[in-house]
């Protein structure tokens, strides 16, 4: 039986697998524009916009906010929460300190159910 997930999980996935599929597709069109030209600024730029990636990454940033916030009001609920809330709340508060650290947060989110 599959899990049930919250709509931010299902949203952050959703997100994940546009801004993955985005990227292929940006490899693809850089690797066609690298045999016929340098690649420089303006031309990433270009295949940036067109392909897309642009989007897709800002819709994962959302998503991935959505998801971090949803999951610190989930937790509440939790015993665990209320016995551990000042390190807890520090770890919500330092999402954006490091990538690792956000990208931590945000593994643990979708574990919740």
């Known amino acids: 039986m599959k899990p049930i997930l919250a709509k931010a999980q299902l ?56 998801l971090i916030e949803w999951s610190h009001s989930t937790i509440k609920h939790e015993k665990s929460y209320r016995e551990n809330r000042v390190a807890i709340d520090a770890m919500y508060a330092n999402v954006n300190s490091s990538p690792e650290k956000r990208q931590e947060l945000i593994l643990l989110s979708m574990k919740i159910r």
């Open 11 to 66: 949203d952050y996935m959703k997100a994940k697998n546009m801004f993955e599929n985005r990227a292929k597709v940006l490899e693809k069109d850089i690797e066609a524009k690298r045999a016929v030209q340098e690649i420089t600024q303006e031309v990433m730029e270009e295949l940036v916009q067109a392909t897309g990636f642009h989007d897709a990454y800002n819709e994962l940033v959302i998503a991935e906010n959505a």
